[in-house]
């Protein structure tokens, strides 16, 4: 079973602060992790940006998957979403962000 990592980088829309971190949070995790690959989920809030990018937007979520069809599991994501089955608040901005699928490569290092 390959393993991967999903990044996604998302903010809200200016103003929709509270309502895009309470659908992100109680919503929107659990309806990516009902999806049978996705494994995990866990945001994350932008505290210093190292190398800064201009529009870096300030929230990323962490998605562990494990599938053999990483293909599929994307696929199913997306069709969720378009599909309505998966409810897309008004809240996410939808004029940035970023998202991309990582396989993971060696073990995990540790001190």
């Known amino acids: 079973m390959h393993k991967y990592k999903f990044i996604v ?6 103003g929709q602060e509270k309502e895009y ?12 992790v009902a999806i ?5 989920a866990q945001r994350f809030r932008l505290q210093q940006a190292v190398m800064p990018v201009p529009g870096l937007p300030s929230y990323l979520a962490i998605y562990d998957i494990e ?5 599929g599991a994307v696929k ?33 290092v540790k001190a």
């Open 76 to 108: 199913e994501l997306v069709d969720r979403a378009a599909s309505g089955q998966m409810v897309i608040s008004k809240a996410l901005a939808t004029d940035v962000g970023f998202a991309a699928v990582y396989e993971q490569l060696g073990p995990l």
């Open 36 to 40: 049978d690959a996705f494994k995990t």
């Open 21 to 32: 971190n309470d659908w992100y949070q109680n919503v929107h995790l659990k309806d990516v």
């Open 67 to 71: 599938t053999d069809d990483i293909d």
């Open 9 to 14: 980088l998302t903010g809200p829309v200016p």
